[in-house]
Every structure is written in structure tokens, then in C-alpha cells.
């Protein structure tokens, strides 16, 4: 069992940036496929970011793309989402999500992809 707790969010104008992190807890983070959702009022959970169990594979949602970065240390058991260029559409309830995993590519992009789940941190981007 995993648990998830993220930071960083706030408010901040647009074409600004902000750092998310994802602190896990347990010993076995490195076993864990890790993404970033986010979910706006009236609208459902969607897929922002993962990253494989090494880091060595990361994919986007397009809407993100060329703004947003995840990364991930697995000495202090935290993944990151690096968010610039930021938009008022972007604002949202961001979730961290982990999977435990084998495999060293799997990067799964949908919500039933993910057994754990953070709480969730408000990131609002003025226009």
C-alpha cells in the first residue's frame, strides 16, 4: 500500500509556472508506474502525465505538451510535474496516481489504470 500526498499548488497568473510534487510513502516507490491527473468543476478526471517505474518513459496529454514535464526521484520517493506556459484552463484539481508494476514501460493514461490516489491540490491560473 501506497500513499500519496501532493503540494505546490496555488494561484498564479497566466504564462506563469508552479512545480508539483507527490511525496509517496513505503519503501517500494520504484515499483510504482506514476501519473498526474487533474480535474475541473463539472467535468471529469482526465489524464495530464505519467512516468514509467525508472523515469525512462514519460507521455502527455497534448493539451499539455511542450509545457508541462513529469519527473520522477525514486531516492525521496517523489514525482514532479513541472508546469509552464500555464493557461486559465489549466486550472483544476491536480491528483497524483500510482500503480505498482513490473514492467519498465507501462504508462498507463487512464484513471482505471491507477490503484492509489492522492488528495488532490487546487492550482488556479488567472487570466
Known amino acids: 500500500q501506497v500513499q500519496l500526498v501532493e503540494s505546490g499548488g496555488g494561484l498564479v497568473q497566466a504564462g506563469g509556472s508552479l512545480r508539483l510534487s507527490c511525496a509517496a510513502s513505503?519503501?517500494?516507490?520504484?515499483?510504482?508506474?506514476m501519473g498526474w491527473f487533474r480535474q475541473a468543476p463539472g467535468k471529469e478526471r482526465e489524464f495530464v502525465a505519467a512516468?514509467?517505474?525508472?523515469?525512462?518513459?514519460?507521455t502527455y496529454a497534448d493539451s499539455v505538451k511542450g509545457r508541462f514535464t513529469i519527473s520522477r526521484d525514486n531516492a525521496k520517493n517523489t514525482v514532479y510535474l513541472q508546469m509552464n506556459s500555464l493557461k486559465p484552463e489549466d486550472t483544476a484539481v491536480y491528483y497524483c496516481?500510482?500503480?505498482?508494476?513490473?514492467?519498465?514501460?507501462?504508462?498507463?493514461?487512464?484513471?482505471?489504470?491507477?490503484?492509489?490516489w492522492g488528495q488532490g491540490t487546487q492550482v488556479t491560473v488567472s487570466s
Open positions: 496516481a500510482a500503480r505498482p508494476t513490473t514492467s519498465s514501460i507501462y504508462t498507463p493514461r487512464n484513471v482505471a489504470g491507477y490503484d492509489h
Open positions: 513505503g519503501r517500494t516507490f520504484s515499483y510504482y508506474a
Open positions: 512516468i514509467s517505474t525508472s523515469g525512462g518513459i514519460t
